[in-house]
């Protein structure tokens, strides 16, 4: 398994490449987008530089790193000779459908078929690779050159084989994975970190305590590096506000009621450090 591509050069896709290609493997890293694929080899550039001048490589191993991560804009040429692929495009279901089902007519036969969604279970996207069996989830976490976590997640029709493949895979790049024996939504960080950020939610909109004490009471008390309303603000009130939205409204389950308090910010325009102002004023 010494043959990796990767799909999609975005945030994700391009750190994935390149932390494969710090492990030793040649990557093959495609995107529709030339300027993606440019934009993606200069950070990783910068971010290896910053390793370099910290002393934690040398600037020859960077280079060798940096070099073994082949761009293209083909996906042919990305996945004929692969043993692993992993895609990393937009998260959009059609978009996705559309590169399984090239992966499955271009990739070799044994290559698994790994997608890096966070939201849609790989049973949506592997039916049309026609190799379902070889499909697997594989949820990294941003930024993938620094975050340690994989999520494995088997699919109905996933192989045993695939499972093992896809875990040594990620043990070979540096990553710890851990495995989902069922598809779930928001796999197993995602939906810890709801359940607690709802219940901060509801000690304070019941005014048990303010926001800054949950904050500090989590920090402190947890050793979380940041409270949830500090990691509201960081990812932006609006992706937490929508996404409990689309999950009371596709469930009807109370526990995913967006609370009012942050439904007030949202609608009044403080959506955390993007604006300026959310939970916390960062003017
Ligand atoms: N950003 C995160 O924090 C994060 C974390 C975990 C998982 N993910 C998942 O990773 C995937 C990518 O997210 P991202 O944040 O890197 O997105 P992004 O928007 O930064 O990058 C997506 C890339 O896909 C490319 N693309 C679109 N259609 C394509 C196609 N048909 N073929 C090849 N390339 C195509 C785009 O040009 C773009 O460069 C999504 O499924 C997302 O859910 C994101």
């Given at each position: 398994m010494r043959r990796l591509a990767v799909v999609g050069a975005g945030s994700m896709g391009a750190q994935i490449a390149q932390q494969a290609a710090l492990h030793g493997m040649e990557v093959r890293l495609q995107d529709v987008s030339g300027v993606q694929l440019t934009r993606g080899a200069e950070s990783n550039r910068s971010l290896l530089q910053r390793r370099v001048e910290k002393g934690r490589m040398t600037a020859d191993e960077m280079e060798t790193a940096l070099t073994r991560v082949h761009q293209t804009t083909e996906l042919t040429e990305a996945v004929v000779e692969a043993d692993f692929v992993i895609e990393a495009v937009v998260e959009r279901l059609d978009a996705k459908l559309r590169v399984f089902a090239e992966l499955g007519r271009l990739?070799?036969?044994h290559a698994i078929l790994a997608s890096n969604s966070s939201?849609?279970?790989i049973s949506k996207l592997a039916p049309a690779s026609g190799r379902p069996d070889r499909c697997c989830n594989m949820h990294f976490f941003y930024p993938p050159l620094v975050m340690e976590l994989v999520e494995v997640v088997r699919g109905p029709e996933t192989s045993d084989a695939t499972v093992e493949r896809a875990m040594a895979f990620a043990r070979s790049i540096g990553r710890t994975p851990v495995l989902l024996h069922t598809e779930i939504d928001g796999f197993i960080v995602n939906r810890i970190l709801h359940m607690a950020s709802q219940e901060a939610y509801r000690l304070l909109d019941s005014g048990v305590a303010s926001f800054e004490d949950i904050d500090t009471a989590v920090e402190k008390?947890?050793?979380?590096?940041?409270?949830p309303f500090r990691l509201g603000d960081f990812s932006g009130l609006d992706v937490t506000y929508n996404a409990r939205l689309h999950m009371y409204q596709t469930?009807?389950?109370?526990?995913?009621r967006p609370s009012p308090q942050l439904e007030a910010k949202v609608k009044a325009g403080y959506l955390g450090r993007k604006t300026g102002r959310g939970w916390y004023d960062y003017s």
């Amino acid at each position: 398994m010494r043959r990796l591509a990767v799909v999609g050069a975005g945030s994700m896709g391009a750190q994935i490449a390149q932390q494969a290609a710090l492990h030793g493997m040649e990557v093959r890293l495609q995107d529709v987008s030339g300027v993606q694929l440019t934009r993606g080899a200069e950070s990783n550039r910068s971010l290896l530089q910053r390793r370099v001048e910290k002393g934690r490589m040398t600037a020859d191993e960077m280079e060798t790193a940096l070099t073994r991560v082949h761009q293209t804009t083909e996906l042919t040429e990305a996945v004929v000779e692969a043993d692993f692929v992993i895609e990393a495009v937009v998260e959009r279901l059609d978009a996705k459908l559309r590169v399984f089902a090239e992966l499955g007519r271009l990739a070799p036969a044994h290559a698994i078929l790994a997608s890096n969604s966070s939201t849609m279970g790989i049973s949506k996207l592997a039916p049309a690779s026609g190799r379902p069996d070889r499909c697997c989830n594989m949820h990294f976490f941003y930024p993938p050159l620094v975050m340690e976590l994989v999520e494995v997640v088997r699919g109905p029709e996933t192989s045993d084989a695939t499972v093992e493949r896809a875990m040594a895979f990620a043990r070979s790049i540096g990553r710890t994975p851990v495995l989902l024996h069922t598809e779930i939504d928001g796999f197993i960080v995602n939906r810890i970190l709801h359940m607690a950020s709802q219940e901060a939610y509801r000690l304070l909109d019941s005014g048990v305590a303010s926001f800054e004490d949950i904050d500090t009471a989590v920090e402190k008390g947890l050793n979380w590096p940041m409270g949830p309303f500090r990691l509201g603000d960081f990812s932006g009130l609006d992706v937490t506000y929508n996404a409990r939205l689309h999950m009371y409204q596709t469930t009807g389950d109370e526990r995913y009621r967006p609370s009012p308090q942050l439904e007030a910010k949202v609608k009044a325009g403080y959506l955390g450090r993007k604006t300026g102002r959310g939970w916390y004023d960062y003017s």
